[in-house]
Each structure stands twice: as C-alpha cells, then as structure tokens.
C-alpha cells in the first residue's frame, strides 16, 4: 500500500495538470478569503471564512483530483494490473487516495493558520479537527461513489462539477445565513452540518456538547456515498 502511496505521490509532482488542480486552483481562492478577510467576516463571519476555505480545498484539490486520478488510472488499465498483486482492493485504494489526501489536509491546515495568525486562534480546535476529517472522509467518499459514474478523466470534468460546486454552495449559504432558518434542510444537504461545526468551532458561543451531533450527517454521507461507490466502482474501463 505504501509503495502504492509513494508511486502516486511521485506521479501527481510529475503531472502539471494535477499540480493546478490540486494546489493552484484552491489555494488562489482561499489566499484571497484570508486577505480580504474583514469583507468577508462581515458579510458572514470568521468561521464562515474557514469553513469555504475547507470546502475549496476538499472539493477541487481532494474531491475532483481523486475522481479524475481514480478514472485515469482505470483507463489505463492500472487499476487492473494492480488487481494481480497481493494488495487488497481496500489497499489499492488508500494508497492511491493518500497522497492526495495528505496533501490536501497539509494545505487546510496551512491555510488556517495563517488566517489563526491574521485574525485570532478559533476558540475550539479538536472541534474544527472533527469537522475536518469529518469532511474529509465525506469528499473521499463521494469521490469513490462519482468514479463510478465517470467514464474517463475528461468526463470526470463534467461529473464532479455538481458535488464541488454544490458542496461550496452549501457552504456559502450555511455559512452567510446561519441555520436559524430552514435548520433541518441546511444541517441534511451535504456539507451543510460541517460548515456549520466549523462555524460553531471558529466563532465560539456553543457548547462542544450541542455541537457534535452535527458529525451525525456528514458520517450518514459516508455511508451512503460509500455504499454507492461498493455498487457502482468497476475496476475496469467503463464502456
């Protein structure tokens, strides 16, 4: 699996257009919310900052990069070859998401920072934490759960535009409006119940207890794009 990981990492420095898309296209966005933060901490709110500054990062750097390297490699028939070896399927998919996935943590992480030195440190880390590897976990999964659907990396570029853009939208309108209003409907669509954690974790005011539910619907998607992507995921080119 490590070897895996180490081969993929090596692939996606190598390749130009993976290095656009997982660091240049999302990290651009997210400088710019940390540099104009007064705007945007009035029109939402620090917490709001953080929470689209996560959802840029996992939807085109985490999301679209796994779903185009995934349908690349199957295209190729290296997910096939790689079959024939002794690493488990489970392994040959961690290993090929991990760098991916590592990278995109390191690039929040960084990110949030700066905007911690900017602007004050969020008052619950372990809670921004959770919500995350939470979302992590979620843009991992529906990643899986969309390959299935797509038919080569080019068709990825059609295919992933619904989840990244809505992810983002749902953030944006979580993250602007609050959930006083439509609660249930805001906390069930995806993404919703994370940025409002980050929202809660950043700005402060609610207690960590009343806040952890709000894992319950992002982990429901896990499951649910994870047992999307066990009947959907073919191993082989999709014709």
């Known amino acids: 699996m490590l070897s895996i990981a180490f081969s993929e990492l090596m692939q996606v420095f190598r390749n130009r257009l993976v290095l656009l898309t997982s660091f240049v296209i999302p990290v651009v966005p997210c400088a710019f919310f940390v540099y104009r933060h007064e705007v945007f901490a009035e029109l939402g709110s620090l917490g709001y900052i953080a929470a689209v500054v996560m959802f840029t990062v996992t939807a085109f750097g985490l999301y679209a990069t796994t779903v185009t390297s995934l349908a690349s490699r199957r295209q190729n028939l290296f997910l096939k070859r790689l079959r024939s070896t002794a690493v488990s399927d489970a392994g040959i998919l961690v290993g090929l998401m991990l760098p991916v996935t590592v990278l995109a943590m390191v690039q929040i992480a960084a990110i949030l920072a700066v905007l911690a030195v900017v602007t004050g440190a969020p008052a619950s880390v372990p809670m921004l934490v959770a919500a995350i590897v939470s979302t ?36 944006t309108w979580v993250g602007i409006t609050g959930t006083n209003e439509l609660t249930q409907v805001k906390r069930l669509l995806p993404g919703g119940s994370a940025t409002e954690l980050v929202l809660n974790a950043w700005n402060g005011g609610v207690p960590v207890a009343d806040s952890l539910p709000l894992l319950l619907p992002t982990l429901a998607w896990v499951v649910v794009a994870v047992t999307l992507a066990y009947r959907m995921f073919r191993w082989e080119p999709r014709r």
């Open 136 to 171: 992590v976990a979620m843009m991992l999964a529906l990643g899986l759960a969309t390959v299935g659907f797509t038919n080569s990396p080019e068709h990825a570029q059609v295919t992933t535009l619904p989840v990244s853009l809505g992810a983002i939208g749902v953030s």
